[in-house]
T-cell receptor, first 117, second 116 residues
Framework: AQTVTQSQPEMSVQEAETVTLSCTYDTSESDYYLFWYKQPPSRQMILVIRQEAYKQQNATENRFSVNFQKAAKSFSLKISDSQLGDAAMYFCAYRSTVTGANSKLTFGKGITLSVRP | ETGVTQSPTHLIKTRGQQVTLRCSSQSGHNTVSWYQQALGQGPQFIFQYYREEENGRGNFPPRFSGLQFPNYSSELNVNALELDDSALYLC???????????????FGAGSRLTVL
């Protein structure tokens, strides 16, 4: 079974600065997908960024980028130019490509990010 | 296009009761999945429905059951409620059941269940 670990429960960043959120995972599969989701106080999960394991190039979405280290099974999220609206819980998630239930995401425990004005 | 809507937003039940939570999927989506998110934890996959049938299940007992309707909306039913069932229940819809692509889920805002 796959596991996702987010060992930092909380982080804080100054507005306009850069912050990196860490995530490690464990799997025996060679092909899979990784995601970062944001959950604001409104509770709705919002996709931030996704990475396909077979792609070596790190995914980027505007101010959000990842550092995907497949051999180390590490998938960190970098938020540049942090904004007050970035304050939320962030979840790292894994999805297998072999399961028939392709809505099955395995989530980490999450990290609470606060942004200081 | 409309997103995923869930009802009710909050509810309180007592131990042993039964509860039904509802979810309307995003327009164009044919697959619905349900997740349980305990306080301070990440969501855990309960099951997925495609073409009105369950086609994937997480580590949850049979008293967690569901339905999907022809319009792709869905219900989550929980019987014999236990205190540990208190959680946020998230519904997510997607459009590529069985596909191997990066099936992106659209989540609703959840139903907060408290069991006393």
């Amino acid at each position: 079974a796959q596991t996702v670990t987010q060992s930092q429960p909380e982080m804080s960043v100054q507005e306009a600065e850069t912050v990196t959120l860490s995530c490690t995972y464990d799997t025996s599969e060679s092909d899979y997908y990784l995601f970062w989701y944001k959950q604001p106080p409104s509770r709705q999960m919002i996709l931030v960024i996704r990475q396909e394991a077979y792609k070596q190039q790190n995914a980027t979405e505007n101010r959000f980028s990842v550092n995907f280290q497949k051999a180390a099974k590490s998938f960190s999220l970098k938020i540049s130019d942090s904004q007050l609206g970035d304050a939320a819980m962030y979840f790292c998630a894994y999805r297998s490509t072999v399961t028939g239930a392709n809505s099955k995401l395995t989530f980490g425990k999450g990290i609470t990010l606060s942004v200081r004005p | 296009e409309t997103g995923v809507t869930q009802s009710p937003t909050h509810l309180i039940k007592t131990r042993g009761q039964q509860v039904t939570l509802r979810c309307s999927s995003q327009s164009g989506h044919n697959t619905v999945s349900w997740y349980q998110q305990a306080l301070g934890q990440g969501p855990q996959f309960i099951f997925q429905y495609y073409r009105e049938e369950e086609n994937g299940r997480g580590n949850f007992p049979p008293r967690f059951s569901g339905l999907q309707f022809p319009n792709y909306s869905s219900e989550l039913n929980v019987n014999a409620l236990e205190l540990d069932d208190s959680a946020l229940y998230l519904c997510a819809s997607s459009s590529l059941a069985g596909a191997t692509g990066a099936n992106v889920l659209t989540f609703g805002a959840g139903s907060r269940l408290t069991v006393l």
